[in-house]
Every structure is written in C-alpha cells, then in structure tokens.
C-alpha cells in the first residue's frame, strides 16, 4: 500500500492547482478517455509480443489512468481512490461465493454459468430487463457487435452453427456490391450495407471462438510486416513501390507470403524439438 500511497500523492502534486503540471491541471474525466484506450491498447500489444519487461511498464501507465480519474473525481466531491478499491473487491468476492462462501461449484464451466447468472441480475437492477442493457457504447465497434450478438444468443436468438453465417456473410456482401455498383454511389446506403457485412463478420467470429477485435489487429500486424518487407524487397532491386505495376506488386507480395510460411514452418519444427518449447517466430 505504500507503493500506492507514493503513486496518489505523485498524482496529487501533478494536479496541485498552484505548483501541478499545466497539462495534467486542465485534464477532465472526458478528456482522459481517449489516453485511457491507448494505455489499454498498448497493454494487449505487449502482451501479444510476450514483451514482459515492456508489460511492466505498460501496466503502470493503465494503472495511473485509474489513479487519475479517481483524483478528478476526488476534486469533485464524488468518490475518492480507496472508494475505487472497495467497490471491485466487493464485486469479487459478491461474484465469487464458491471462493468467500459455501456456494459448491462444480467446474471452470458451471463457474462460468454462475458468474453471468450474477451480472445478468446486477444488469437487470442497474439497467433495467432488457437482455442488451449495458453493453457498453464506448466499446470498439466490433467487439460491442460480439458482446450484443452473444447477449442475443443467450436468449436463443443466434444460429445453431456456422454454415448459415456464412449464407448470411454472402448476402450482405452481395448487397453491398450491389450498392456499389450503382451508377450514382449513395453513401448512406454503402455506409449502411457496409455496417451489415463488419457486424455479420463480428457474429462469424464469435460463432468462430475467436474475438473479432484481437484477429483485426493480428491481421493489421501482418499487413503491416509484410508491407514492410515488400518495401525492403523493392529497395534491395533499387527501386520505390510507386514505380511497380500491379503484377509486380503481388510477385513482391507472393514472395514475402512464401518467405513468412517457410519461416513459420522453421520455427515450429523449432519448437518441436525443444523440451520447453519457446515462441521463436516473433
């Protein structure tokens, strides 16, 4: 708790109203919001890279955005760290009596079930009864897709496997191009079709088991890695990207596919032969 202690008075002082950071004196709750997203980004990005050193440090960035909302709020009157601090161990052990109570339960599964049982009914007290009450609008577009979609499904209202979401996947694409093939493009409607395929594609992974959000930014990196490459590709030949035609630009592309496929392949056969397997492909 010292270690706390040391973080809020740092907090404190930033936020002295004679002797505080000018920039930190002039944030809102509001204005914070959007730093808040960018400490929980960088968080999953290092952990995606298995970064631990780099973990560390991110962590405590995310843990002052907490530590400053509660000091705006404490200025305002409205609740102060500590109020913060009770407030989750409450929720904790309110939704973990098998833990802090005699509530038997069986398995990782039937845990699972009493854990939404218990926020399904602090919704319906929060919220009121809608089965969609409370998902969060700040949310990234996608994932709020998933969460509304599993929401649904709780009720009964999803499709019993993945062929039809795929049905449904080529009939919105199948609107959206016919859209975009009109002679005049109404951006509205495009824009409307094009939420129907992104929001069909949330529900596809879902039904997948895999999150929509986390596969979007793992197909960004690979974008972004195998841009890279071809770029180095083209300047080893002595020439810019902007100069290639398109052919040359998927023979770049192909050859960076090959190189990433064969190396993954390397690495894996890699790991195989190791006692205590390590992620080598990064």
């Known amino acids: 708790m010292s270690d706390i202690k ?6 404190a002082r930033l936020r002295d109203p004679e002797s505080g950071c000018p920039w930190d004196r002039e944030q ?23 970064d ?10 995310l843990l002052f955005q907490v530590v400053f909302y509660a000091r705006i ?35 990782a599964e039937a845990q699972t079930a009493a854990w939404e049982a218990h926020k ?31 929401r649904a499904a709780r ?15 080529q009939e919105e694409l199948g609107e959206l191009r016919y859209e975009v093939e009109q002679g005049t493009i109404d951006a509205d409607r495009v824009e409307d079709e094009m939420g129907d395929v992104l ?22 990196a690979k974008f972004e890695r195998r841009f890279a490459a071809m770029e180095a590709l083209a300047a080893a030949e002595g020439v810019s990207l902007d ?3 398109l052919d040359r630009w998927e023979t770049l592309w192909v050859r960076v596919k090959t190189a990433e496929v064969v190396r993954e392949t390397e690495c894996k056969s890699a790991n195989e032969r190791q006692s205590n397997p390590m992620i080598l492909c990064r």
């Not at 879902?206 to 960004?220: C, I, M, Q, S």
Request: proline share 5%.
């Open 73 to 107: 709020a404490e200025e305002q009157g409205d609740f102060v760290f500590d109020d913060v601090v009770d407030a989750i161990c409450d929720k904790l052990i309110r939704r973990h009596p098998h833990v802090f109570a005699d509530v038997a339960i069986s398995d």
């Open 6 to 11: 040391a973080l809020l008075d740092v907090m």
């Open 28 to 50: 809102t709750l509001a204005s914070i919001v959007p730093h808040t997203l960018e400490e929980a980004y960088e968080v999953a990005d290092v952990i995606s890279q298995g």
């Open 155 to 169: 009720v009964g209202f999803d499709w019993p496997d993945l062929p039809p979401v795929f049905d449904k996947m």
């Open 243 to 245: 100069e290639l035609d």
């Open 120 to 150: 399904a009914r602090e919704r319906r007290d929060k919220h009121g009864e809608g089965t969609l009450a409370g998902v969060a609008l700040a949310l990234p577009a996608l994932s709020r897709a998933a969460k509304l979609t599993k």
């Open 199 to 220: 929001f069909v594609a949330s529900n596809l992974a879902r039904k997948a088991g895999v999150d929509p959000e986390a596969a979007l930014r793992r197909a960004n």
């Open 52 to 61: 631990m050193g780099e973990l560390c440090d991110e962590l405590g960035d």
